[in-house]
């Protein structure tokens, strides 16, 4: 029973609105009722297997004052018909059960407290009806930014209890039960709001300490989702706001990106809404930059052979292009470093997503076995980005690149000043080349937080300025249950979209007119 406890208040614990947090979770009162839903039967089942302390209580009875004993107490039925969870702000969740009835069995043994200390045992069935409790719950953080509860208050009630003896006198017994039915019906009164109080604030507590909301991506980064501040509900729906950064594991440093403003709620007939900031994909680009992931080193075994066009990294094959570097280095081999000397950007509007890279390009000749720099470009990169999010043993965001606009600037040439305009064209002509590779490199994508047994279910996109709003409804996988291996794939375009970046494909790189020129037979100008 515990993890779905910890699943439930997870995905209702949240914070200020005036915070403006990386990452958001809102769960709807449809989100609460169904996990209501699914608390009603593993609370049944944990009640059943729940261990009753024995009772003794003093009772005044027609044969003289008693000391009774309880023992061996087993339930033998619940039933819980009426149940809510109702969200109460700031920072409330009032969980109510009424109406409810409980059976058990157990062992019986008395002893009379005045001489002759008459004793007798035997069973004993009982029921009791109309049972009810409420609980309050606070959801909010440790100075850690962990998740934690406390029950602030709690109430219990018994309606009716019946006692039926079996054994020994039991027929002289059962004749004033109903004195020893009050009795138990204190003692009960008295154990149980303790019992409950004790398991929120403690074993649950200690339960939610042990997670790790510091989740890795890959080797170079992890993503952070401590809460920000205290839990808050508004408009009967109840968010959680997350750190949402990425840090590079080497050397942690906050992304100096600004932050999104994010409505107070949202609309949704769904069960809970997820968003994804702009400020969330700019850590991203931070902390891959820190961690010196933005920069790679071209070589021809980057090159797929059995294309359609035999390229490679050479000069002669590169004349029509760069006639300079082959008339000082002809027939030579070629390595490119890729270097990002910015972190990347992102913008989500209504429109799309894009981003912006900036960089060095260096093309560097295989001379005797060393490496010789000819020239240096400074380069940016406009950038068209999808969404997509991952459905399988846990949730991942996916970020694919589907336009490249580049531009180039000569920066520095060791073989003398000469005209880029065709490398430009080139590159244009290879955005599609340029974003495969892009993409090639792209292994992982930002894992989303999740909770045994609890999963997504299906997504539906909405996009603003500043931020994505994922809606969504969860589902409760039985611990019996293999989850399906298949991963499910919901995109924010599943048809794509017109990419709306500058245009520098006119650009007058130079101030020199365009050359006509082939690379392998192919034409670019």
């Known amino acids: 029973?515990?993890?779905?406890?910890?699943?439930?208040?997870?995905?209702?614990?949240?914070?200020?609105?005036?915070?403006?947090?990386?990452?958001?979770?809102?769960?709807?009162?449809?989100?609460?009722?169904?996990?209501?839903?699914?608390?009603?039967?593993?609370?049944?089942?944990?009640?059943?297997?729940?261990?009753?302390?024995?009772?003794?209580?003093?009772?005044?009875?027609?044969?003289?004052?008693?000391?009774?004993?309880?023992?061996?107490?087993?339930?033998?039925?619940?039933?819980?018909?009426?149940?809510?969870?109702?969200?109460?702000?700031?920072?409330?969740?009032?969980?109510?059960?009424?109406?409810?009835?409980?059976?058990?069995?157990?062992?019986?043994?008395?002893?009379?407290?005045?001489?002759?200390?008459?004793?007798?045992?035997?069973?004993?069935?009982i029921s009791a009806?109309?049972?009810?409790?409420?609980?309050?719950?606070?959801?909010?953080?440790?100075?850690?930014?962990?998740?934690?509860?406390?029950?602030?208050?709690?109430?219990?009630?018994i309606g009716h209890v019946d006692v039926t003896f079996h054994g020994g006198a039991?027929?002289?017994?059962?004749?004033?039960?109903?004195?020893?039915?009050?009795?138990?019906?204190?003692?009960?009164?008295?154990?149980?709001?303790?019992?409950?109080?004790?398991?929120?604030?403690?074993?649950?507590?200690?339960?939610?300490?042990?997670?790790?909301?510091?989740?890795?991506?890959?080797?170079?980064?992890?993503?952070?989702?401590?809460?920000?501040?205290?839990?808050?509900?508004?408009?009967?729906?109840?968010?959680?706001?997350?750190?949402?950064?990425?840090?590079?594991?080497?050397?942690?440093?906050?992304?100096?990106s600004p932050k999104q403003d994010m409505p107070e709620t949202v609309d949704s007939d769904r069960m809970v809404t997820l968003w994804i900031t702009e400020y969330m994909l700019n850590t991203a680009g931070y902390a891959y930059q820190?961690?010196?992931?933005?920069?790679?080193?071209?070589?021809?075994?980057?090159?797929?052979?059995?294309?359609?066009?035999?390229?490679?990294?050479?000069?002669?094959?590169?004349?029509?292009?760069?006639?300079?570097?082959?008339?000082h280095y002809p027939n030579k081999i070629l390595t490119i470093w890729i270097y990002v000397t910015k972190p990347i950007t992102f913008d989500i509007n209504k429109a799309g997503v894009s981003g912006q890279a900036e960089g060095t390009i260096t093309w560097l000749v295989h001379v005797n076995d060393t490496l010789v720099p000819a020239f240096t470009l400074d380069a940016q990169l406009d950038l068209c980005v999808n969404l997509s999010v991952h459905l399988g043993s846990k949730s991942e965001v996916y970020l694919d690149l589907i336009t490249v606009e580049p531009n180039i600037q000569l920066k520095k040439s060791n073989i003398g000043d000469f005209s880029i305009k065709s490398l430009q064209s080139f590159l244009i002509m290879a955005r599609f080349i340029i974003k495969e590779f892009v993409n090639s490199k792209v292994k992982h994508g930002i894992p989303l937080p999740s909770i045994d047994h609890v999963s997504f279910s299906g997504f539906q996109f909405n996009l603003e300025n500043g931020y994505i709003q994922m809606h969504s409804d969860i589902v409760y996988i039985d611990t019996r249950a293999k989850l399906d291996a298949k991963r499910e794939v919901y995109t924010v375009f599943p048809h794509g979209f017109e990419c709306k970046i500058r245009n520098r494909e006119n650009h007058d790189v130079d101030g020199q007119s365009e050359k006509h020129f082939s690379v392998l037979g192919v034409n670019f100008f």
């Open 170 to 256: 039991s027929w002289l017994y059962n004749l004033f039960s109903s004195s020893i039915a009050d009795s138990l019906k204190d003692a009960i009164k008295d154990q149980v709001c303790p019992l409950v109080t004790d398991e929120v604030d403690n074993d649950l507590n200690d339960i939610l300490n042990t997670l790790d909301l510091h989740t890795d991506i890959d080797d170079n980064c992890y993503i952070d989702y401590t809460l920000v501040q205290p839990p808050f509900v508004i408009k009967d729906a109840l968010f959680v706001n997350g750190k949402g950064e990425i840090f590079d594991k080497t050397n942690p440093s906050e992304c100096p």
């Open 129 to 157: 009806s109309q049972i009810s409790i409420n609980l309050n719950l606070v959801i909010g953080t440790t100075d850690k930014g962990e998740p934690h509860v406390t029950a602030k208050s709690c109430s219990f009630g």
């Open 290 to 327: 820190r961690a010196g992931f933005l920069q790679y080193n071209l070589t021809n075994d980057d090159i797929p052979d059995d294309g359609f066009i035999k390229f490679k990294l050479n000069t002669t094959v590169l004349k029509p292009m760069l006639p300079e570097l082959y008339q």
């Open 1 to 125: 029973m515990r993890w779905i406890l910890i699943s439930f208040l997870l995905h209702t614990g949240l914070s200020d609105p005036n915070s403006n947090p990386g990452f958001r979770f809102q769960v709807t009162q449809k989100g609460i009722n169904y996990l209501r839903d699914v608390l009603v039967p593993v609370v049944t089942d944990a009640i059943k297997t729940a261990k009753i302390p024995t009772i003794n209580q003093r009772v005044d009875t027609p044969i003289g004052h008693i000391t009774f004993e309880l023992s061996s107490v087993r339930i033998t039925n619940v039933d819980i018909s009426h149940t809510s969870v109702k969200l109460d702000a700031p920072s409330n969740a009032v969980a109510a059960i009424s109406n409810a009835f409980i059976a058990l069995n157990g062992h019986w043994h008395y002893r009379e407290d005045s001489w002759p200390h008459i004793s007798d045992s035997g069973s004993v069935d």
